[in-house]
C-alpha cells in the first residue's frame, strides 16, 4: 500500500490526506501545534469566540466549490454576505465562505477520518533506500514512501537544512524567493455589541489597522467579540514589541465603534507568516528526482486559503499519476 506522510495539518495538508486517504494510502499527518487548522485559526476568549488567521475564503475554482458545497450541505461552512459592505475592494463582489462555528471548525472537520498526530515537530527527514524517515521533537519516528512539506517555506527551509537535504541551486533560489507578510492579530470579547456597521467589516488602507471583524455580526459567536488585524508594515515594526500594549495600542484607535468600557479581555498573536506576498508560481514543487518529496502551501500557486486548497489537490493528484 503506497504511504505518505504529510507534515502540517493546516488546509493544504488536510486536503492531500484526505485525497489520499479516499484513494486508500496509508496516511499521517503530523502537525506542531496542539490542534489542527494551521492558519486557519479560530480562539475562545471567556464566554465568546474569534477568528484570528483567515476570515474567509473565496471559491473560484470548480474543486473547491464541490469541497464547500459539501461542507455546507454538511452544515460546516455558511457563506458571508460582505457585498453590502463600503469599500473598493472590488473583490468582495464574490462570494466569501467562513466556518459557521469559526474557520478552525473546517480543519476539525476534515481532520476527523485521518490519521492525525498533533504536538509532533517534525525535525528531522532522513532518506533510506527503501522509505523516508521521519523524526520529531518528541522522539518519536514515522516511515513513508512519499512525503508533503506544507509548512509555511521559511520553516521548511529550516527542517531541510537540518536534514541535510541538498536541494538544487534553482530549488533554493525559488524558494528564499518566497516570502510572507506578517500580522498582529488581536482579540477582544466585548460586555456589549460594537457599532461597526452592517455586515461587521471596517477595512482600512494604510495606517496601523488594515482589517477589523465584528465576530458577532459574522455569526460564528453568540458574544460579543472582535478581531482586529495589524497591516504588514504595523505588524513588521512592531512583531518583537511587547504585543499586550500594542494590543491596547490598536483597540484605543477604535474608540469610534467600541468604547473602551466593552473590553472584556484581549489576546494578542503574532504570524510571522500571515500573507504569502511573493509566492512560486505553480501550486507545489517536487524536491527530487523521484518525486517522492513534495513541498507545497499558500505559498505555491494562487494563495490564500483557496490556493492552499488547490496546492494540496494538486500534490495529491500528482502522486496518484507516480
Ligand atoms: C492573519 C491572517 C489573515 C488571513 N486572512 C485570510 C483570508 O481572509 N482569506 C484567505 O483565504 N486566507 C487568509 N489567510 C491565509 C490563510 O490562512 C492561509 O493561506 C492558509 O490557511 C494556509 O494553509 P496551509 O495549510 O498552507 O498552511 P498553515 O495553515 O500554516 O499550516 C501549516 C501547518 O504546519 C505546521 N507545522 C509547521 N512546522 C512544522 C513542523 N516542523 N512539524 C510539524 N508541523 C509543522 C503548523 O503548525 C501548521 O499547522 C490569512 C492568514 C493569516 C495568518
Redesign the pocket.
Known amino acids: 500500500m503506497p504511504s505518505c506522510i504529510v507534515?502540517?495539518?493546516?488546509?493544504?495538508?488536510l486536503t492531500a490526506a484526505t485525497l489520499l486517504h479516499r484513494h486508500a494510502w496509508q496516511v499521517t499527518v503530523?502537525?506542531?501545534?496542539r490542534g489542527?487548522?494551521?492558519?486557519?485559526a479560530t480562539r475562545r476568549l471567556s464566554s465568546s469566540r474569534a477568528d484570528?488567521?483567515?476570515?474567509?475564503?473565496?471559491a473560484r475554482t470548480p474543486e473547491f466549490q464541490q469541497h464547500i458545497a459539501d461542507w455546507q450541505q454538511a452544515g460546516i461552512v455558511k457563506e458571508w454576505n460582505l457585498i453590502s459592505t463600503p469599500t473598493t475592494d472590488i473583490t468582495f463582489q464574490h462570494p466569501r465562505y467562513i466556518g459557521i462555528e469559526g474557520m478552525n471548525s473546517i480543519a476539525k472537520y476534515m481532520a476527523q477520518n485521518l490519521s492525525v498526530l498533533t504536538n509532533?515537530?517534525?525535525?528531522r527527514l532522513t532518506k533510506s533506500e527503501a522509505e523516508w524517515i521521519v523524526n520529531t521533537e518528541n522522539g518519536n519516528t514515522y516511515t513513508a514512501n512519499r512525503i508533503i512539506l506544507?509548512?509555511?517555506v521559511p520553516?521548511a527551509l529550516d527542517?531541510l537544512a537540518h536534514s541535510d537535504i541538498a536541494l538544487s541551486p534553482e530549488h533554493h533560489l525559488a524558494l528564499a524567493s518566497i516570502q510572507y507578510a506578517p500580522?498582529i492579530?488581536v482579540m477582544a470579547s466585548l460586555y456589549n455589541n460594537s457599532s461597526i456597521p452592517s455586515p461587521g467589516v471596517l477595512k482600512f488602507d494604510g495606517g496601523a489597522i488594515a482589517w477589523v471583524a465584528d465576530n458577532f455580526q459574522k455569526g460564528i459567536t453568540s458574544h460579543p467579540s472582535i478581531t482586529i488585524?495589524a497591516s504588514p508594515d504595523f505588524s513588521r515594526q512592531n512583531l518583537e514589541a511587547d504585543l499586550d500594549n500594542v494590543g491596547k495600542e490598536l483597540i484605543a484607535m477604535l474608540e469610534q465603534w467600541i468604547a473602551p468600557s466593552f473590553i472584556e479581555t484581549i489576546q494578542v498573536h503574532r504570524?510571522r507568516?500571515?500573507?504569502?506576498e511573493k509566492r512560486y508560481a505553480a501550486p507545489y514543487l517536487a524536491l527530487d528526482i523521484s518525486g517522492s518529496l513534495l513541498i507545497g502551501?499558500?505559498s505555491f500557486g494562487m494563495?490564500?486559503?483557496?490556493?492552499?486548497f488547490q496546492?494540496g489537490f494538486q500534490m495529491a493528484q500528482f502522486l496518484f499519476k507516480k
Open positions: 507534515i502540517g495539518a493546516g488546509m493544504t495538508g503530523l502537525d506542531k501545534g489542527v487548522g494551521g492558519r486557519l484570528h488567521g483567515a476570515q474567509y475564503f473565496t509532533e515537530k517534525v525535525i506544507t509548512m509555511p520553516q527542517l500580522c492579530a488585524h504570524w507568516y500571515s500573507l504569502a502551501g499558500d494563495g490564500n486559503v483557496e490556493g492552499a496546492s
